[in-house]
């Protein structure tokens, strides 16, 4: 079962999600390095994802300084990755 490494990024997600997708492509494009956990593959990691979030939503992206985000936007991603100063 996937744990959140506290040193990268973490995504929990799946491929019949468009917003997982979405935010797949946003940090494939922006060159940041990250550990893609798909809930298809491995559906015990949904848990994990859930006791993070305590939602059942998806994405959930962790960041290193162990917050996250459920579902978020471009710009969430963007703004958590400048304040990390990983873009």
């Not at 494009?29 to 994990?48: F, I, K, Q």
């Not at 305590?54 to 162990?66: F, H, K, L, M, Q």
Request: hydrophobic fraction near 40%; charged fraction near 25%; include cysteine.
């Amino acid at each position: 079962m996937a744990t959140p490494n506290a040193s990268e990024i973490t995504m929990f997600g799946a491929d019949w999600c468009r917003d997982c997708i979405r935010t797949k492509k946003q940090l494939d494009d922006l060159g940041v390095e990250y550990t893609y956990v798909d809930l298809v593959a491995d559906p015990a990691a949904a848990d994990v994802a859930k006791e993070i979030s305590g939602r059942t939503n998806i994405p959930v992206v962790v960041y290193p300084d162990s917050s996250h985000h459920v579902e978020p936007s471009n710009a969430d991603v963007e703004s958590k990755l400048r304040e990390l100063s990983l873009i």
